[in-house]
């Protein structure tokens, strides 16, 4: 199975499961003030740039954007539009995470 089947599949579990879930946390984005270091790249778009910390999720975009995570298990982390710029998501546990930004979906290990 191609890399994008399996993030399509994946992403079609998580949309079907968090149909019956509930958001655990719906804005706990912040804005990151300062640079960004130890972080590690997962993709990188014309527009956006996705990386990870322990326990953090960040993005950098050129443009606003709506974005949505899911744990490997379709639950939804969190749903938000995010402005310009460097923001970052505090992920309670460890774990794979699925992220919908935008047209871009990517699947990242925290």
């Given at each position: 199975m191609t890399a994008y089947r399996h993030i399509a599949l994946m992403m079609a579990i998580a949309s079907a499961?968090?149909?019956?879930?509930?958001?655990?946390?719906?804005?706990?984005?912040?804005?990151?003030?300062?640079?960004?270091?130890?972080?590690k790249s997962v993709v990188k778009d014309d527009d956006i740039e996705i990386f990870t910390m322990p326990s953090c999720i960040i993005v950098n975009s050129s443009k606003k954007i709506q974005?949505?995570?899911f744990t490997i298990l379709g639950r939804l982390v969190s749903e938000d539009t995010l402005q310009p710029g460097v923001s970052r998501?505090?992920?309670?546990?460890?774990?794979v995470y699925i992220i919908k930004a935008g047209e871009l979906t990517c699947k990242v290990a925290v």
């Amino acid at each position: 199975m191609t890399a994008y089947r399996h993030i399509a599949l994946m992403m079609a579990i998580a949309s079907a499961v968090a149909a019956n879930s509930t958001p655990a946390n719906t804005s706990a984005w912040e804005p990151v003030r300062q640079e960004v270091r130890d972080a590690k790249s997962v993709v990188k778009d014309d527009d956006i740039e996705i990386f990870t910390m322990p326990s953090c999720i960040i993005v950098n975009s050129s443009k606003k954007i709506q974005i949505r995570v899911f744990t490997i298990l379709g639950r939804l982390v969190s749903e938000d539009t995010l402005q310009p710029g460097v923001s970052r998501l505090s992920v309670g546990a460890h774990g794979v995470y699925i992220i919908k930004a935008g047209e871009l979906t990517c699947k990242v290990a925290v």
